[in-house]
């Protein structure tokens, strides 16, 4: 019932930018915590940014900080994650996902999306 949907993924070239959003339904959008966490081929799920319900808090990991954003209009049930200055290193699968709270763990957020591939090249 439940479905958040990750589109904008794609490839770029080292420095470029990129826009993620990912839409949900089938939840009471304003009443979750959103994150983005990534998964790079032979690593493990990694915990990239997150919002709080109505988006006055922030929080990043510090491989991202001052390079990546997000956001959220609950008014669209959309959570978006701005990416700038992309590094090869930032090559991942990007998954957005839904909790009651803020977690680091991804075993602790309730909802997952599919994923959209994020390539950068160098």
């Known amino acids: 019932q439940v479905q958040l949907v990750e589109s904008g993924g794609g490839l770029v070239q080292a420095g470029n930018s990129l826009r993620l959003s990912c839409a949900a339904s089938?939840?009471?959008?304003?009443?979750?915590?959103m994150g983005w966490f990534r998964q790079a081929p032979g690593k493990e799920r990694e915990f990239v940014a997150a919002?709080?319900?109505?988006?006055?808090?922030?929080y990043y990991a510090d491989s991202v900080k001052g390079r990546f954003t997000i956001s959220r209009d609950n008014a669209k049930s959309t959570v978006y994650l701005q990416m700038n200055s992309l590094k090869p290193e930032d090559t991942a699968v990007y998954y957005c996902?839904?909790?009651?709270?803020?977690?680091?763990?991804?075993?602790?957020?309730?909802?997952w999306g599919q994923g959209t591939q994020v390539t950068v090249s160098s």
């Open positions: 919002i709080s319900r109505a988006g006055v808090s922030t």
């Open positions: 089938g939840l009471t959008f304003r009443s979750y915590v």
């Open positions: 996902a839904a909790g009651p709270n803020y977690y680091t763990d991804s075993e602790r957020w309730n909802y």
